[in-house]
């Protein structure tokens, strides 16, 4: 644990598989024994892979898709049950485990009041929603009192990649799926309707009514801060004011560095976000050496993020230059 000396070590992107929630759907992850292993275990495999990797705290989230996927009827007391479930095991080991919670988001009031109840009576340190809603974007106005609930709390929402919905995967992937599986999921599929989510949620002015919202994105951005200056040009083309895109991205999300561990995409986002920005993860048992020949269990070992960085309790104040 961290001393005077030594910053803690905090992995923010650390998935886990609530038995009753996976009841509802079906995942690749679930045929690799050692990958359901881990994605079961919030006890002993866990901690001591931490221990091994340098992680002092990881904040424990649900895997996709959660409960994005389901009815409100049985989200809505689903995800209650699974999210108390994650609180016993955040309180077995207070030292080493925080919680995001899982959202109801088919009922947006009913996830808003769940954010509410699991930050303020559980501790949890804010909320991770997996794609779209039964094919609706995070942006949609109704999922706003969600938006209203987590600025009144101070608290992020993660936004993680899901599957693309059915008719992005017949347009754009269909031909190579067979071939190439993974195009559809961490290889590129993942990435650019997360991407779109987090474009979406900036053009849909849901900043300009909550100016203190925290979201966060993994895996480096998802690509944004390596495009945020060429959409910001575009969207001011004919446009009758400048477009402020560049500047919302930067000082609204964070981004992990989640299933992405190359330098030079690093430096990108450093460059174009600042260090501050850039938050650690270790992605528990999806992109370590359980899965990559050769792999470290992490690359976050090697990198230590101030505590006061992590916009988990409302200690972060500070903003970035604004981008010209």
Partial sequence: M???NKPLVIALEEHYWDAEVAKTFESAEARNPALRQRLDDLGALRLREMDEAGIDVQVISHGAPSTQRLD???AVPLAKRANDRLHEAV???PDRFAGFAALPTADPKAAAAELERTVAKLGFKGAMVHGPTNGVFFDDKRFWPIFERAQELDVP????PSSPVPAVVEAYY?????EFPQLLTAAWGYTVETATHGIR???S???DKYPRLKIILGHL???????????NMALSRGAERPSTFRDTFCERFWITTSGNFSTPALMCCIMEMGVDRILGTQKNARAGSSQVPGARPTALSQTRWRPRQIPLCGCLRSNPPRRR
């Fill in 2 to 4: 961290a001393t005077n």
């Fill in 72 to 74: 409100a009827a049985t």
């Fill in 91 to 93: 309180r077995a080991h």
């Fill in 157 to 160: 929402l993660y936004i993680h």
């Fill in 174 to 178: 269909r031909d190579y799926l067979k």
């Fill in 201 to 203: 949620m900036i053009l």
């Fill in 205 to 207: 002015g849901a900043f």
């Fill in 221 to 231: 951005g998802e690509s944004l801060p390596f495009s945020a200056w060429r959409i």
